[in-house]
């Protein structure tokens, strides 16, 4: 069975910090491009962060450069998203996904539409 199932959001003020999990089961994650994606309320999906290869580094949205941080943990089989610096702007459901990579590096995993793997995603709210 084929699943990414995320964990960690919940409510937190302003300036305040979550991590998101999303853990994988019956695929490894090596090998794999690996995205964090998150849909506000009226607003269209947005690529927060991904790591489109194992030998790359995260690739961020500008609106989270320099707070979030995406890693893996390819022995747990396990993506992160540390979210720090939380603002009432980041209120979201929270999404993970994965498809075969498609590059050693590079952006493009941000903007990639169709992945193979999706999780149910994890309501962020973030209060004044």
């Known amino acids: 069975e084929v699943q990414l199932v995320e964990s960690g959001g919940g409510l937190v003020q302003a300036g305040g910090s979550l991590r998101l999990s999303c853990a994988a089961s019956?695929?490894?994650?090596?090998?794999?491009?690996i995205v964090w994606f998150r849909r506000a309320p009226g607003k269209e999906r947005e690529g927060v962060g991904c790591?489109?290869?194992?030998?790359?580094?995260?690739s961020y949205a500008n609106s989270v450069k320099g707070r979030f941080t995406m890693s893996i943990d390819y022995a747990k089989n396990t993506a992160y998203l540390q979210m720090n610096n939380l603002k009432l702007e980041d209120t979201a459901v929270y999404y993970c996904a994965a498809d075969i990579s498609l590059a050693t590096s590079g952006t493009w995993c941000l903007y990639k539409n169709e992945y193979a793997y999706w999780g149910q995603g994890t309501q962020v709210t973030v209060s004044s």
């Open positions: 019956g695929f490894t994650f090596d090998g794999y491009a």
């Open positions: 790591i489109s290869s194992r030998d790359g580094p995260p």
